[in-house]
């Protein structure tokens, strides 16, 4: 039952957090206010359908630039795993560390053990524009940004 909860809703709040990246420095949503924020909830790190979503945002990256967007991957694999993971595939941008799926909870990407693979796009305003579960694609993602 769990796994059919549907994201969260556009014009929705987004929920605060503020949680480590795989350097250890700490990012905090509302801290973000005035950018648009991705965030790609996948369920491992260097898997094939998570490296190649995360890699599409990183072939994409003047793309989300230019639209005043900064993206953030999101599981729960430890600092380790990721910056090896981040490194591996160039990443250009962090990944943070939900230990206890605390963030997915928020976000209703929780799953029995891994995240939900959910993308959300939360508008300058802190509000939520886009949410989808799934692989959708840079361009639909960021066509929601303002």
Not at 25 to 54: E, H, W
Not at 68 to 95: D, I, T, W
Not at 109 to 117: H, Y
Request: aromatic share 10%.
């Amino acid at each position: 039952m769990l796994w059919f909860t549907p994201p969260l809703a556009v014009g929705t709040p987004a929920p605060d957090f503020s949680v480590p990246d795989q350097d250890g420095s700490r990012v905090t949503l509302s801290a973000l206010r005035g950018k648009n924020v991705v965030l790609v909830f996948y369920p491992a790190d260097d898997t094939t359908i998570c490296t190649i979503q995360l890699c599409e945002f990183r072939d994409r990256w003047a793309m989300v630039q230019s639209r005043n967007a900064v993206v953030f991957g999101v599981n729960p694999a430890r600092s380790m795993a990721h910056q090896k993971f981040r490194e591996k595939y160039r990443l250009p941008f962090p990944l943070l560390i939900d230990e206890g799926q605390k963030i997915a909870k928020l976000y209703q990407a929780d799953g029995w053990f891994v995240a939900k693979r959910t993308v959300y796009l939360i508008g300058p305003d802190g509000n939520i524009r886009y949410s989808r579960r799934g692989k959708p694609s840079p361009e639909e993602v960021l066509a929601a940004a303002q």
